[in-house]
């Protein structure tokens, strides 16, 4: 319910992870659609409505009827950042069924099509192999979501994904544990578990067979 752990981000007592219900519940409707009783689909819709309308209009993008200072329309802000990442699959997946999602939708696709991220190598991607590769990796998931959905977009073509790709080969290379910069992450397989984020999905996205490489060695 509103308000609960689950809630999206800024709700209620939740961290920024519990918006990745969001993602899930994307994938399952998408997935499970035929499974499903239309009793179930409904509730599935309307709790996606309502979690991608708060991040729509009281978080990422805008708050208060205005454009939010900390969001992504002014800044590369974490969570705000992540959370337009995690929120895009639910919202092409109820698209059909919420205005709402449909104007999440448009938004996050110009967004990927224009910015890519709001994130430079000399800056929010160097903070370590804990932040910077999950920060990515959320970026590929709703990258290759996107283009599953609308394979006419080719964001594959895009040489922003190749490239920082192989700037995370050198930033974070295999068996790095503790580097001298950004956060380093407290649990020793963070680096690991970073890394298995984004490097497959991404390997094949842009056919870099060096990503795939690294993955298995880690």
Do not use: C
């Not at 409505?49 to 729509?56: A, F, K, N, Y």
Request: avoid cysteine; proline fraction near 4%; hydrophobic fraction near 40%.
């Amino acid at each position: 319910e509103p308000g609960g752990y689950a809630s999206p981000e800024g709700i209620g007592r939740a961290n920024k992870f519990s918006t990745k219900i969001t993602e899930h519940l994307g994938v399952a409707f998408d997935w499970l659609y035929h499974e499903l009783s239309s009793e179930e689909r409904d509730t599935i819709v309307h709790s996606l409505d309502w979690r991608i309308e708060h991040i729509l209009n009281h978080f990422s993008w805008l708050k208060e009827g205005e454009i939010n200072r900390r969001g992504i329309a002014v800044a590369g802000t974490s969570h705000a950042w992540e959370n337009i990442t995690w929120t895009l699959t639910g919202a092409m997946a109820v698209a059909e069924h919420s205005e709402v999602a449909r104007e999440f939708v448009e938004l996050v696709l110009h967004y990927l099509v224009g910015v890519g991220s709001g994130f430079a190598q000399d800056e929010g991607w160097n903070e370590g192999v804990s932040y910077s590769p999950w920060k990515f990796g959320s970026l590929v998931a709703a990258s290759v979501y996107a283009t599953m959905t609308i394979p006419e977009l080719h964001l594959e073509r895009n040489p922003f994904y190749r490239g920082l790709g192989e700037f995370f080969l050198y930033q974070i290379p295999v068996g790095a544990i503790r580097p001298a910069w950004g956060d380093a992450g407290y649990q020793y397989r963070y680096p690991e578990l970073g890394q298995h984020a984004y490097r497959r999905k991404l390997a094949y996205f842009t056919g870099d067979g060096r990503l795939l490489r690294a993955r298995e060695e880690w």
